[in-house]
C-alpha cells in the first residue's frame, strides 16, 4: 500500500515580505492541498523559517531574524531589536535568570505573522523587528557583565532600533538603562518601573551592583533623575523606612500595590505616565516579572504574594507604550527553573508582544504607513 501524502499550511499563515512571509513556491504548494492543485504539485509543502512552528529551527524571538552584529544591525536599522542578557549572578536569594532569555524567547506556540486582537493590528506589518541575539556575559564578574551588556544595548540603541532587553536579573536594568541615556541625549529619560521591590538600595551585603540597587546607581550615576522615576505595584516588607526616605529626597514618586486594590490598576498607570513625562522626553520601562502575583508568575527569584494579575500588567504595558515615545524596555526576573508549564515564561513573552504591537499601533494611529 502506497503512502497517504497530505500536505497542511499552519493556520494562520500570511503572506508578506522576505521577514517570514510564503514564496510563491511556497504558495503554490499551499494550494497543493485544495481541489485547485495544479497537476503535478509537490504535496510537501516548504515553508521558511519563519513560518515553520515555533519549536522548529533557531529559537529566536518569534523566529525573527538573527542580527547580532553591530554593523549589520546598523546598515539595517530596525524598528525593534531583542537583546537577551542571561545574567543572575547579582541575585539575592533564588538564582536561575540567567536562563530567562532563552524561555522568554521559547514561550510561544505562534509561528509566522500574527494580530493582535487587543489592539486590532498585525505588529510585523508595520515594524521590522529583529533578534539581536545576547550580551556575551560571563559568570562569576558582575562589572564584566554589566560593561558588555551596555556596550551591546548602546550597540542596538545607536543603530536606531529600540532594545528589548530579556533578562536576567534586574541588576541588569543599570547597565541598559545607562546604555540607553547616553544614546537618547540630549533628551532625558524617564522611567517607568513595575515591580514588587524598590529595587533602591544602598547595597546588598555590601555589594553596589546587586538586583536590590540598580535604581540608585542610575540616580546617582546621573543617567535618570530621581523626579523621572515612577514605580508601581510595590508591595510586601521591604525596603525599609531609611530606603524609603532616600528615596523620597530624590524626588522618586511610587504607587503601592494597595493604591491599585483601591483605584484599579488604569488610574494609577494613568498617573504614572503622567509623572513620567513630567519632563523627559523619552521613556524607559522597565517589568520586573515579580509585579504579577506569584500564583500567576511562579518563576522567579523573590516572589511577593498579592500582586498584579497578568491581565492587567498587559494592559498597562499597552496603556504606556501607546501614550509615551519609548526608547527602552526591558522585561527582568524571569527563572525558569521555579516556574511551572512555562507560565511565567509566557506572561514575560506576552509582555515584550504587548509593547511591540502598541508600537505599531501608535505608528498606524500617527498616520504612518505599512512596510508592506
Not at 504558495?27 to 515553520?52: C, H, I, K, Q, V
Not at 544595548?153 to 543603530?159: F, K, Q, W
Not at 530606603?243 to 494613568?270: C, K, N, P, S, Y
Not at 507604550?321 to 507560565?343: I, K, N, R, T, Y
Request: glycine letters at 10%; one cysteine or more; a negative charge.
Amino acid at each position: 500500500m502506497g503512502l497517504l501524502r497530505i500536505a497542511t499550511a499552519p493556520l494562520g499563515t500570511a503572506g508578506g515580505d522576505a521577514r517570514g512571509a510564503m514564496t510563491d513556491e511556497t504558495r503554490r504548494g499551499a494550494r497543493g492541498m485544495n481541489d485547485e492543485s495544479p497537476p503535478g504539485a509537490d504535496p510537501y509543502t516548504a515553508y521558511d523559517d519563519f513560518n515553520l512552528p515555533s519549536y522548529v529551527g533557531l529559537p529566536s524571538f518569534q523566529k525573527l531574524p538573527w542580527v547580532t552584529d553591530a554593523d549589520a544591525l546598523a546598515a539595517r536599522a530596525p524598528d525593534v531589536a531583542i537583546v537577551g542578557a542571561p545574567f543572575d549572578d547579582a541575585v539575592s536569594h533564588r538564582p536561575g535568570a540567567r536562563f530567562g532569555p532563552r524561555a522568554i524567547r521559547q514561550a510561544s506556540y505562534h509561528s509566522g505573522s500574527i494580530n493582535s486582537l487587543a489592539l486590532g493590528i498585525e505588529p510585523y506589518d508595520w515594524l521590522d523587528v529583529v533578534d539581536a541575539g545576547d550580551a556575551p556575559v560571563t559568570p562569576m564578574d558582575v562589572e564584566r557583565a554589566h560593561a558588555v551588556i551596555e556596550r551591546k544595548v548602546l550597540e542596538v540603541a545607536r543603530s536606531g532600533a529600540i532594545p528589548i532587553i530579556l533578562g536576567g536579573d534586574h541588576s541588569i536594568t543599570y547597565p541598559s538603562a545607562s546604555a540607553v541615556a547616553a544614546a537618547v541625549a540630549p533628551r532625558r529619560l524617564g522611567v517607568v518601573h513595575f515591580d514588587a521591590h524598590a529595587d533602591a538600595a544602598n547595597a546588598t551585603w555590601g555589594n553596589l551592583r546587586s538586583h536590590g540597587a540598580p535604581m540608585r546607581r542610575l540616580i546617582e550615576s546621573g543617567a535618570v533623575a530621581g523626579r523621572n522615576f515612577v514605580q508601581v505595584g510595590l508591595r510586601g516588607y521591604w525596603p525599609g523606612p531609611e530606603t524609603l526616605e532616600w528615596m523620597a529626597e530624590q524626588g522618586m514618586r511610587w504607587h503601592l500595590m494597595t493604591e491599585i486594590e483601591e483605584r484599579g490598576a488604569e488610574a494609577v498607570v494613568a498617573d504614572a505616565i503622567a509623572q513620567a513625562l513630567d519632563g523627559p522626553e523619552v521613556i524607559y520601562l522597565s517589568v520586573d516579572i515579580d509585579v504579577i502575583d506569584p500564583g500567576m508568575a511562579p518563576g522567579t527569584g523573590t516572589p511577593e504574594p498579592g500582586g498584579m494579575l497578568t491581565r492587567e500588567l498587559l494592559r498597562a504595558i499597552r496603556q504606556v507604550v501607546g501614550s509615551v515615545e519609548l526608547a527602552a524596555m526591558d522585561v527582568v526576573e524571569v527563572a525558569p527553573p521555579f516556574d511551572h508549564a512555562e507560565v511565567t515564561a509566557a506572561a514575560a513573552h506576552r509582555c515584550v508582544l504587548e509593547a511591540i504591537s502598541a508600537l505599531a499601533a501608535r505608528r498606524r494611529d500617527a498616520g504612518g504607513s505599512p512596510r508592506r
